[in-house]
């Protein structure tokens, strides 16, 4: 029983020992492309848009198979099957700029809610998505086809909702 207390004692001093402190390298972490993010993010975006969108900003220029350093501009086109992404990267992998369409995509609530206060007798047929941007700042537009029996109208709609 002795030894078992004096085992007991020992093994709990042993154990409040520090351990080694190891220092290491500094590492930093940029977005580089966040301002595109800010610019073109809205909450009441599309699914399929917002997955691209983050592609995009997240893609790593230097490590693709067709980058050299003595290229300053390099495009780079984005496919889904609901849009296309054209985007203009410079040599550090930061976004200058892009031209985005998607077609199909869900409205969001102002555009749609707009659509319905002004023609309410009429359904949504088909929408196209644009959004632009360009040394972050972003514009977005929305050409939409309505239908109403067999008449059909076209309207074109900024992302606030106001008819253009």
């Known amino acids: ?6 085992g007991l004692l020992a093994l709990g001093l042993t154990t409040q020992i ?24 809205s909450d009441d975006v599309a699914v399929p848009v917002k997955l691209l969108q983050e592609k995009v ?10 980058y050299l350093d003595e290229y300053d501009l390099y495009e780079v086109k984005f496919y889904i099957p609901d ?26 609530d102002v555009v749609r809610n707009a659509i319905i206060e002004r023609f309410p007798n009429w359904a949504i047929k088909k929408d196209v998505y644009f959004v632009k ?11 939409v ?15 606030m909702g106001s008819f253009l």
């Open 145 to 159: 086809i309505l239908t109403n029996g067999d008449k059909t109208m076209r309207v074109k709609l900024d992302a």
């Open 83 to 108: 849009g296309k992404v054209l985007v203009a990267y410079d040599g550090n992998g930061k976004i200058l700029r892009t031209i985005e369409k998607y077609k199909n995509v869900k409205l969001p």
């Open 57 to 66: 900003a997240l893609f790593d220029l230097k490590n693709a198979e067709f």
């Open 18 to 41: 520090n351990a080694q402190i190891i220092e290491l390298d500094e590492v930093s972490i940029t977005a580089v492309n966040y301002k595109y993010i800010n610019a073109v993010d």
């Open 133 to 143: 941007y360009n040394d972050g700042k972003s514009t977005q537009e929305y050409k």
């Open 1 to 6: 029983m002795k030894k078992l207390i004096i």
